[in-house]
């Protein structure tokens, strides 16, 4: 028996293989099947699998009287985000149908690397709308992290 401390670490690549146990699905007379499954399937099965939860995750910046501008890093709740500056450090994001459900939705935020972002909050509005703001003063997100959780 091979003891696996004993190879060396690698950084895997999409086309290398896994050893793995394919397992029957229940209430059926197939065995167990030792098989090869390659990084990016186990990668692609990953990013399917359900948390209990859709997300959408992004780095938002905002200067001057413009509104947040985002870089999406994810977002599997199949919806468009569009940003708007209501006033001064007020700003909302709305989704392009009905997702923000009552009781099920969290959002996780900050200012990034802006001086003095101690100060932001988020509240939901209705289904589409979340407002953001840091009270009364712009430019207080700069590659802020904000990130949405629907629960299911």
């Known amino acids: ?8 670490k690698g950084t895997p690549k999409a086309d290398d293989l896994l050893l793995g146990t394919n397992v ?3 209430n059926t007379n197939d ?8 990084v990016s399937d186990v990668a692609s099965f990953a990013n399917s ?17 413009a509104a947040p501008v985002a870089t ?15 006033s001064g450090g007020d700003y909302t994001v709305t989704a392009s149908s009905s997702l923000f459900t009552t009781n099920k939705t969290i959002v996780f935020l ?6 003095n972002n101690h100060d932001v ?5 209705s289904d589409t709308v979340i407002d953001l703001k840091t009270h ?13 959780r629907i629960y299911a």
Do not use: H
Not at 49 to 65: F, H, K, M, P
Not at 110 to 115: K, L, P
């Open 1 to 8: 028996m091979s003891i696996l401390q004993s190879y060396p």
């Open 24 to 26: 029957p699905l229940e």
């Open 31 to 38: 065995l167990p099947i030792t098989q090869n499954f390659s």
């Open 49 to 65: 699998y359900s948390l209990g939860y859709t997300v959408y995750t992004a780095l938002i910046t905002q200067t001057g009287t």
């Open 72 to 86: 999406v890093l994810q977002n599997t709740t199949g919806k468009t985000f569009t940003y708007a500056r209501t």
């Open 110 to 115: 900050n200012g990034g690397s802006a001086e």
């Open 121 to 125: 909050a988020w509240r939901r509005v």
């Open 136 to 148: 009364n003063s712009d430019g207080k997100f700069t590659a802020g992290s904000l990130e949405i």
